[in-house]
T-cell receptor
Framework: ETGVTQSPTHLIKTRGQQVTLRCSSQSGHNTVSWYQQALGQGPQFIFQYYREEENGRGNFPPRFSGLQFPNYSSELNVNALELDDSALYLC??????????????FGEGSRLTVL | AQSVTQLGSHVSVSEGALVLLRCNYSSSVPPYLFWYVQYPNQGLQLLLKYTSAATLVKGINGFEAEFKKSETSFHLTKPSAHMSDAAEYFCAVRTQTGANNLFFGTGTRLTVIP
């Protein structure tokens, strides 16, 4: 069984640029969530996708956007990058039936550095 | 609103000693509670979860946690620390109803001294 995979693992961008991060959910999982983990902090919820629609959003500005595709994979897009966007971005998926208990399966993350 | 507070950003124990990582939660409705572990340069791995069944929850790698409603706590313990337990540990909470996103604490870095 393939777990959650994310790409790229590391990337460097400059302020004002745009970035797209990708996530393949674990087989059989239909819900994908994205979290931002700044250095020395716990992960913070960005948003969640279910059936290709946003299904909950944290306290992040609209320049953070996402997509979910029919195969349940997902993208996180960030426009107009700021220095504070430097962080580890974690994708997590969950299968049908666990939405009631909230267990999430995380990928290893994409580390974004904004210069 | 839900939140968790992890007391102690760094904890050091000797190999073979008891591990105790503290977590207190705040939730206006019955919570689900989780402990995740993060090894360097890796994602988060679920250690255990409380979902309103037994208050004493056993997880992987010998860890367990006890849900204490009166103390709003969900502390993580392991009787005997192993070198491989060195990692960052995160407590997280979500409500039993509504949105299923998790609210994480700021983490506790566990160091195991040989």
């Amino acid at each position: 069984e393939t777990g959650v995979t994310q790409s790229p693992t590391h990337l460097i961008k400059t302020r004002g640029q745009q970035v797209t991060l990708r996530c393949s959910s674990q087989s059989g999982h239909n819900t994908v969530s994205w979290y931002q983990q700044a250095l020395g902090q716990g992960p913070q919820f960005i948003f969640q996708y279910y059936r290709e629609e946003e299904n909950g959003r944290g306290n992040f500005p609209p320049r953070f956007s996402g997509l979910q595709f029919p195969n349940y994979s997902s993208e996180l897009n960030v426009n107009a990058l700021e220095l504070d966007d430097s962080a580890l971005y974690l994708c997590a998926s969950s299968p049908p039936g666990t939405s009631s208990t909230g267990e999430l399966f995380f990928g290893e993350g994409s580390r974004l550095t904004v210069l | 609103a839900q939140s968790v507070t992890q007391l102690g950003s760094h904890v050091s124990v000797s190999e073979g000693a008891l591990v105790l990582l503290r977590c207190n939660y705040s939730s206006s409705v019955p919570p689900y509670l989780f402990w995740y572990v993060q090894y360097p340069n890796q994602g988060l791995q679920l250690l255990l979860k409380y979902t309103s069944a037994a208050t004493l929850v056993k997880g992987i790698n010998g860890f367990e946690a006890e849900f204490k409603k009166s103390e709003t706590s969900f502390h993580l313990t392991k009787p005997s620390a192993h070198m491989s337990d060195a990692a960052e540990y995160f407590c997280a909470v979500r409500t039993q109803t509504g949105a299923n996103n998790l609210f994480f604490g700021t983490g506790t870095r566990l160091t195991v001294i040989p």
